[in-house]
């Protein structure tokens, strides 16, 4: 199976600062190289995980490292502001969600898979499922105009490869550099990599795609699901 990216709008919609570039980074990479706009969606602070020296204003500094691999990416950054643990699909939040994919305007949207082990993540893939659909309908009103049809909305795997059974895979093998450059922009979480709740994240993320990589015969990958509703699916 081949995809063709180009003429396509690309969105990540993810939890926290560092999620798109763990799962996902390397299929946007190759997009942007195919003629796709692509953009990452980050809907919390990133203000809990502090560091083992805690910074005073960690959102404000995660804020910046965002901005950092989103420049280097060549993707558009979008912002939800919400505290970590406080994600959760009420109305607010869903308006919030159709108000930022009418503001990009995706074709395809990539987000967090439902069975996903982390609690925001698991917010995050029920507040992309819900606003994928509204994002579409006229009858909720935002800033921005609905979408002309609902996005294809695929499920991200979910990190270290917990409870998720890939349906494709795409082959970003010639990204894997930018992967690694684009985790570095975000130094603030690297720095917890020695802690004894957390995970070195440049580790965690090397077995990813390798482990992707060899069971879709290739030298990095990263998985996926469709979600395989009405008027999220489409023809590749």
């Not at 190289?33 to 995980?49: E, F, P, S, T």
């Not at 967090?112 to 994002?135: G, I, Q, S």
């Not at 004894?196 to 795609?209: E, H, N």
Request: proline residues 6%.
């Amino acid at each position: 199976m081949r995809l063709d990216f180009s003429g396509e709008r690309i969105l990540a919609v993810v939890a926290h600062p560092d999620d798109a570039e763990l799962l996902c980074a390397g299929t946007l990479a190759r997009a942007r190289q195919a003629g796709a706009a692509i953009g990452v969606c980050v809907l919390c602070r990133g203000d809990k995980g502090q560091p083992p020296t805690p910074l005073p204003d960690l959102a404000a500094t995660r804020r910046e490292e965002m901005a950092a691999s989103a420049r280097l990416l060549g993707a558009e950054l979008l912002l939800g502001e919400i505290s970590d643990g406080e994600l959760a699909d009420v109305p607010p939040q869903r308006s919030l969600v159709v108000e930022l994919l009418r503001r990009f305007r995706p074709t395809l949207v990539l987000a967090h898979n439902p069975d996903d082990y982390h609690p925001d993540h698991r917010a995050a893939a029920h507040l992309a499922e819900a606003a994928t659909w509204f994002a579409a309908s006229r009858g909720h009103v935002t800033a921005h105009a609905p979408l002309a049809e609902q996005p294809a909305l695929w499920w991200l795997d979910s990190v270290n490869l917990g409870r998720f059974e890939p349906g494709f895979y795409v082959d970003i093998s010639p990204f894997v550099a930018l992967k690694h450059q684009l985790l570095r922009c975000h130094a603030s979480q690297l720095q917890r990599g020695g802690a004894s709740d957390f995970s070195p994240l440049d580790d965690v993320m090397r077995l990813q795609y390798s482990a992707r990589g060899a069971q879709a015969q290739v030298a990095a990958a990263e998985a996926f699901q469709m979600h395989r509703a009405w008027k999220r699916t489409r023809a590749w």
